[in-house]
């Protein structure tokens, strides 16, 4: 069974930053690209930003300059490093996955973690 386990969220004032990490657990033959998404109260959930196998990574517009993403294959790690966080940035941030399990890619998700940003 695969899982994902986020861990780094929490309270931040406006300005500050905050550093999210996800550990994909499991039989897994291949990670393909990792990333992250967000849902804020009454809203659909997006993508942040995705890193793919070969570290080529993309980004919302709206995380572009003060995101970034990187991956640990060896660990089967990714992590969101977050600056100048805004109120705007408050939502609920979920890891997710592409791996290969039994021949077959299968999409995974974290359960999630919060990050509140106060004015």
């Known amino acids: 069974q695969v899982q994902l386990v986020e861990s780094g969220g929490g309270l931040v004032q406006a300005g500050g930053s905050l550093r999210l990490s996800c550990v994909v657990s499991g039989t897994i033959f291949s990670l393909n690209a990792m990333g992250w998404y967000r849902q804020a109260p009454g809203k659909q959930r997006e993508l942040v930003a995705v890193?793919?196998?070969?570290?080529?990574?993309n980004f919302a517009n709206f995380a572009k300059g003060r995101f970034t993403i990187s991956r640990n294959n060896a660990g089967n790690t990714v992590t969101l490093q977050m600056s100048s966080l805004q109120p705007e940035d408050t939502a609920i941030y979920y890891c997710?996955?592409?791996?290969?399990?039994?021949?077959?890619?299968?999409?995974?998700w974290g359960q999630g973690t919060q990050v509140t940003v106060s004015s």
């Open positions: 997710n996955a592409d791996a290969l399990v039994d021949r077959t890619i299968r999409t995974y």
């Open positions: 890193i793919r196998s070969g570290s080529t990574a």
